[in-house]
């Protein structure tokens, strides 16, 4: 099995920097796709941003400029920097990863989540 475990969420007031990061353990091959998604209450859960395992970042609209990912293949973690945060960025964090495993497959894993809120 695989483990994904956030951390760095918290409260911060709007204007301010939080930086979350996961940890991905267990049966692991490699990782393919690595990213974040958030939701906030009675919203949709929707992917904030996305790594490749070769770089390649994707960002939903709102948090470009202000949020980058980055990941280090060799410790399967991925970290989520995000600046000049909102009120609107308020909301749960959760880590996703494509992980290959020994039968071959590619399997979807989610952490926990974490908390994010921005006050204002």
């Known amino acids: 099995q695989v483990q994904l475990v956030e951390s760095g969420g918290g409260l911060v007031q709007a204007g301010g920097s939080l930086r979350l990061s996961c940890a991905a353990s267990?049966?692991?091959?490699?990782?393919?796709?690595m990213g974040w998604y958030r939701q906030a209450p009675g919203k949709q859960r929707d992917l904030a941003a996305q790594?490749?395992?070769?770089?390649?970042?994707t960002y939903i609209d709102s948090v470009k400029g202000r949020f980058f990912v980055s990941r280090d293949n060799a410790k399967n973690t991925v970290d989520l920097q995000m600046n000049s945060l909102k009120p609107e960025d308020t909301g749960i964090y959760y880590c996703?990863?494509?992980?290959?495993?020994?039968?071959?497959?590619?399997?979807?894993?989610w952490g926990q989540g974490t908390q994010v809120t921005v006050s204002s």
């Open positions: 996703n990863a494509h992980v290959k495993q020994r039968d071959g497959l590619v399997y979807n894993f």
């Open positions: 267990g049966s692991i091959v490699s990782i393919n796709d």
């Open positions: 790594i490749t395992r070769g770089g390649s970042t």
